[in-house]
């Protein structure tokens, strides 16, 4: 699905990412994790294209994204931070991406899923974090494209928002799609993702599934063997 | 019309009552105007039909009246003068002359008034010629009603179209002049008036006064001359409501003044002109309810002028309105309206309760370094001007009308 | 682009600035109308106005814009959509909004006030056009330095300074250059010289208009084909198009090689 050989990039003195090599296959659901800083954002915004990587060579789907922007319309891209334009009001939101990408009636399914009806008509600048990120989830998933790429998902969401997203990565894993998972939340990623990719210093320190990291880190438990990591590294 | 009708009326009288009218046509006995000149007697009326008659040097020594019947053609084939009058009282009416010859050291003209009273030029057409009217050393004539269409384009090679020389009382009205030199042209003669004229496309002026005094200009309209009135090292001569339109060019005038003394300008209008009036050496003019609009200078003052005064006039979006040369002023302005004075007026008199001062530094700029008009009105500019108007250095510091006026004066 | 044309062009609709601009110019006419009480005299003032006003608020709401829909761009930059699309969209959206509010700010008191029975039409459109062409210039200005500065402060810090060099700084230079060279043929330096200026190209736009008489008393050959004719009003068109087309290159260019 997604290979990527030799990616380096900085900005300004900071090298943020070092001769990263990836290869993510077909289907699953694969987290990458890393402490602050380590590159993810910039991992993920150089697969999209929206980080112009100094050198290397990124695959999508078979193609290099230098040669053919055309692969974008095959990821569904959750960004991290929920920013819209605070005037427009969620029902105009939906619409307008719609029309800029393609038709869609997933929307309605997904909004009755986030209990979303009653903010349809209110603007976007009035609604509280976590309604903005429902409504980014909504936008995210109303496309039905094969690469799924969530940066921080689970921000600001309540419970059982929570369990309706994890439903529908599920649902979306079931149907054969790959998603990239990026977050902070070690519980939720222990519990939705197949593999873990584990970026340290613009490099890939561990890839594999969580039992894996656990017998390489011998802890027992998923948050611990990320924490030896760090303490290892930064011991 | 009217006065050409009853005109017309009184020569047919006085030519039927006192003298039978001689009569020249192509297939009559009498074949040629100089022909019927030398035949005829002192008062006699001659009346030229329709045709072209091939003539040139006719002299008129007798006082006749010569009437054209629908325009006959009188051509001079380019041979010399076509018509010279010596004598007292005599009319020319209804020509249509053409050709005049061109000589570099004679001024031939269509038609010359030597050393004689009491003539009357009417409703001629002129074409094609060198000088056209030509009044020497003559008085109380009258040039009314005539149309000179020159073709000058260089001005050592081409005439005037209507010229005084030595001649005074002198009306000329009702004319139209263009593409000639000289529209009008008068040198040493007083007391003359010059009325309701169009002049246009001239190639020097539409208007010229050389050593000329006492003498009256009004109700003419001058448009796209190389200049449209130049009035030189003349006296007491009266402008009124004369119409100054589109000379534009380098060294073009709505009115240029050289070495006048005690002139009325009154009432004109100088629209679109590069300069509207040109100042040099002049003294006690007054310039009153004149209207300066859309011109490159309102006023250029040169050299020395002192105790003129300008009251009452409209000064509307003219790049420039006053521009001086030197840091001496002696000259009055006072009254006037001006369409760029940015003051306020609380007590409400119509009067700005802050002097305007008409000349901008940014004038001096343009008169030293040519190219810097391209930055007009740049903000720049604005700047500049505006601190020099809070501390004049550069200008003179008296310069300023203490009444500007916050409403166009109508009179 | 044109979509997202559409969108920015919406969203201005609806922000309270648009409004603020519209009002703004709005009473800027009728205020002029009012205190000339003459159609020809208020449109010399508002030439004179438009030419230093216009590239400021171009190039102050450019900024602006470009930093207040961060959240706009971000948004669009997650949608498959071509780059250079979603800057020239927005850049347009901007422009466009901003040459309405111009265009019916000063037209309607003018209209209402009987421009269409005055002769002064002709300098009206003429102001409403080298306006327009300003705001296009400004604001791809403006886009090109929010493009490159990331900083906002920064951002704006340059775009000022742009406007007062543009506007002011630059023809102070030009004049001690003219007078310091006054001995040599300056006619084609000083027309190459409002060639390199937008605020002084439309400048000279202007003076055609309103100096003519002026501008045909200097003797220089080239002067004189250039406002003699209609050479100098091509011309000034011409360069103010390629004025537009050049810092509109450069966003497409910026916005390809740029990091999110």
């Keep these: 699905m997604v290979s990527i050989e030799g990616l380096y990039k900085k900005f300004g003195k900071n090298h943020?990412?070092?001769?990263?090599?990836?290869?993510?296959?077909?289907?699953?659901?694969?987290?990458?994790l890393g402490p602050n800083g380590s590159g993810k954002t910039t991992l993920i915004k150089s697969i999209l294209g929206m980080v112009i990587p100094d050198k290397g060579v990124i695959?999508?789907?078979?193609?290099?994204?230098?040669?053919?922007?055309?692969?974008?319309?095959?990821?569904?891209?959750?960004?991290?931070?929920?920013?819209?334009?605070?005037?427009?009001?969620?029902?105009?939101?939906?619409?307008?991406?719609?029309?800029?990408?393609?038709?869609?009636?997933?929307?309605?399914?997904?909004?009755?899923?986030?209990?979303?009806?009653?903010?349809?008509?209110?603007?976007?600048?009035?609604?509280s974090g976590g309604t903005k990120q429902k409504v980014n989830i909504v936008l995210t998933f109303m496309f039905n494209s094969p690469l799924i790429i969530l940066d921080e998902p689970t921000t600001g969401l309540d419970p059982i928002s929570l369990i309706r997203l994890k439903d529908l990565i599920q649902t979306e894993k079931a149907k054969g799609k790959t998603i990239l998972i990026t977050s902070h939340i070690m519980s939720f990623v222990e519990e939705v993702s197949d593999e873990i990719v584990f970026l340290l210093e613009g490099k890939i320190y561990f890839k594999g599934s969580i039992s894996e990291l656990k017998t390489k880190t011998n802890q027992p438990d998923f948050e611990h063997a990320i924490a030896s990591i760090l303490t290892d590294n930064h011991a | 019309m009217k006065t050409r009708f009853t005109l017309f009326l009184v020569i047919l009288m006085t030519s039927t009552t006192y003298a039978s009218p001689l009569e020249v046509c192509k297939r009559c006995p009498v074949s040629t105007l100089e022909e019927a000149i030398s035949q005829s007697k002192d008062f006699d009326t001659i009346v030229v039909k329709k045709g072209t008659y091939k003539e040139h040097a006719i002299l008129v020594n007798k006082p006749l009246t010569i009437i054209g019947e629908n325009y006959p053609v009188i051509d001079g084939e380019l041979k010399g003068e076509i018509i010279t009058i010596t004598a007292d009282n005599v009319t020319v009416d209804g020509l249509f002359i053409i050709n005049v010859g061109t000589s570099y050291t004679e001024d031939f003209a269509a038609i010359r008034v030597k050393k004689s009273k009491h003539f009357l030029i009417q409703n001629l057409?002129?074409?094609?010629?060198?000088?056209?009217?030509?009044?020497?050393?003559?008085?109380?004539?009258?040039?009314?009603?005539?149309?000179?269409?020159?073709?000058?384009?260089?001005?050592?090679?081409?005439?005037?179209?209507?010229?005084?020389?030595?001649?005074?009382?002198?009306?000329?009205?009702?004319?139209?002049?263009?593409h000639v030199r000289d529209g009008i042209y008068l040198e040493f003669s007083d007391d003359c008036i010059i009325k309701n004229n169009v002049s246009a496309l001239n190639i020097r002026y539409g208007l010229h006064f050389m050593f000329s005094n006492d003498d009256t200009y009004q109700d003419n309209t001058f448009e796209n001359n190389g200049a449209g009135v130049?009035?030189?090292?003349?006296?007491?001569?009266?402008?009124?409501?004369?119409?100054?339109?589109?000379?534009?060019?380098?060294?073009?005038?709505?009115?240029?003044?050289?070495?006048?003394?005690?002139?009325?300008?009154?009432?004109?209008?100088?629209?679109?002109?590069?300069?509207?009036?040109?100042?040099?050496?002049?003294?006690?003019?007054?310039?009153?309810?004149?209207?300066?609009?859309?011109?490159?200078?309102?006023?250029?003052?040169?050299?020395?002028?002192?105790?003129?005064?300008?009251?009452?006039?409209?000064?509307?979006?003219?790049?420039?309105?006053?521009?001086?040369?030197?840091?001496?002023?002696?000259?009055?302005?006072?009254?006037?309206?001006?369409?760029?004075?940015?003051?306020?007026?609380?007590?409400?008199?119509?009067?700005?309760?802050?002097?305007?001062?008409?000349?901008?530094?940014?004038?001096?700029?343009?008169?030293?370094?040519?190219?810097?008009?391209?930055?007009?009105?740049?903000?720049?500019?604005?700047?500049?001007d505006f601190s020099e108007k809070v501390s004049p250095v550069f200008t003179p510091d008296n310069l300023l009308d203490a009444n500007p006026l916050t409403k166009q004066i109508k009179w | 682009m044109l979509k997202i044309l559409k969108y920015s062009f919406f969203d201005l609709?609806?922000?309270?600035?648009?409004?603020?601009?519209?009002?703004?110019?709005?009473?800027?006419?009728?205020?002029?109308?009012?205190?000339?009480?003459?159609?020809?005299?208020?449109?010399?003032?508002?030439?004179?106005?438009?030419?230093?006003?216009?590239?400021?608020?171009?190039?102050?709401?450019?900024?602006?814009?470009?930093?207040?829909?961060?959240?706009?761009?971000?948004?669009?930059?997650?949608?498959?959509?071509?780059?250079?699309?979603?800057?020239?969209?927005?850049?347009?959206?901007?422009?466009l909004s901003l040459s309405i509010s111009l265009i019916l700010g000063l037209g309607i008191p003018f209209v209402f006030y009987g421009l269409f029975e005055s002769s002064a039409i002709w300098d009206f459109s003429l102001l409403l056009i080298t306006g327009t062409f300003l705001t296009l210039i400004f604001t791809a200005l403006a886009f090109n330095i929010a493009l490159s500065n990331e900083n906002k402060i920064k951002g704006f810090g340059y775009a000022i300074l742009l406007w007062l060099f543009l506007a002011i700084i630059y023809d102070g230079l030009f004049l001690m250059t003219l007078i310091m060279f006054e001995e040599y043929p300056l006619d084609k330096l000083s027309l190459v010289g409002t060639m390199l200026n937008p605020i002084d190209l439309s400048r000279t736009l202007i003076l055609l208009k309103l100096d003519i008489s002026a501008l045909l008393g200097y003797t220089g050959a080239v002067f004189k084909?250039?406002?003699?004719?209609?050479?100098?009003?091509?011309?000034?068109?011409?360069?103010?198009?390629?004025?537009?087309?050049?810092?509109?290159?450069?966003?497409?260019?910026?916005?390809?090689k740029k990091d999110f």
């Design chain 1, 16 to 32: 943020v990412l070092s001769g990263l090599d990836l290869n993510i296959n077909n289907g699953g659901i694969f987290a990458v």
């Design chain 1, 59 to 127: 695959h999508v789907l078979g193609e290099n994204i230098k040669k053919n922007p055309e692969y974008r319309h095959k990821i569904d891209y959750l960004p991290q931070i929920a920013n819209f334009p605070s005037n427009l009001k969620v029902k105009e939101l939906i619409k307008m991406i719609k029309d800029l990408r393609q038709y869609t009636n997933e929307e309605d399914r997904l909004i009755e899923l986030f209990k979303l009806t009653p903010f349809l008509d209110k603007k976007l600048g009035n609604l």
């Design chain 2, 125 to 178: 057409v002129l074409e094609k010629l060198f000088f056209g009217i030509y009044i020497e050393k003559s008085s109380y004539g009258k040039i009314f009603h005539n149309k000179v269409i020159g073709d000058a384009v260089e001005e050592y090679n081409s005439g005037n179209g209507i010229q005084l020389w030595y001649s005074n009382h002198i009306e000329i009205e009702h004319n139209y002049v263009e």
């Design chain 2, 230 to 384: 130049a009035v030189m090292f003349s006296k007491k001569i009266k402008m009124y409501n004369n119409i100054f339109k589109e000379n534009w060019g380098t060294a073009s005038y709505g009115m240029l003044l050289k070495e006048i003394n005690d002139a009325e300008i009154i009432g004109n209008t100088f629209e679109d002109n590069t300069i509207a009036i040109n100042i040099e050496g002049s003294n006690r003019i007054i310039y009153k309810h004149n209207n300066f609009m859309n011109n490159g200078w309102a006023i250029k003052v040169k050299g020395a002028c002192y105790t003129n005064t300008f009251v009452e006039n409209n000064f509307l979006y003219n790049s420039f309105d006053i521009a001086y040369n030197s840091k001496i002023n002696d000259n009055k302005f006072d009254r006037n309206y001006w369409s760029s004075y940015t003051g306020y007026d609380l007590d409400k008199d119509g009067v700005g309760d802050v002097p305007y001062r008409p000349v901008k530094l940014f004038s001096y700029i343009v008169n030293r370094t040519p190219e810097t008009i391209i930055l007009l009105r740049s903000m720049f500019i604005d700047i500049i």
């Design chain 3, 13 to 95: 609709m609806r922000s309270r600035w648009s409004y603020v601009y519209f009002a703004f110019y709005l009473l800027l006419g009728i205020v002029l109308l009012f205190l000339n009480n003459d159609l020809s005299k208020a449109v010399i003032t508002l030439m004179n106005v438009i030419i230093v006003l216009v590239p400021l608020i171009g190039t102050i709401f450019g900024v602006m814009y470009y930093y207040n829909s961060k959240e706009f761009t971000e948004l669009l930059l997650a949608q498959p959509l071509k780059r250079s699309s979603i800057f020239l969209g927005q850049y347009l959206g901007v422009a």
């Design chain 3, 225 to 256: 084909q250039f406002f003699g004719t209609n050479f100098g009003l091509v011309i000034s068109f011409v360069m103010l198009t390629i004025w537009v087309i050049l810092p509109v290159l450069r966003i497409v260019f910026k916005s390809k």
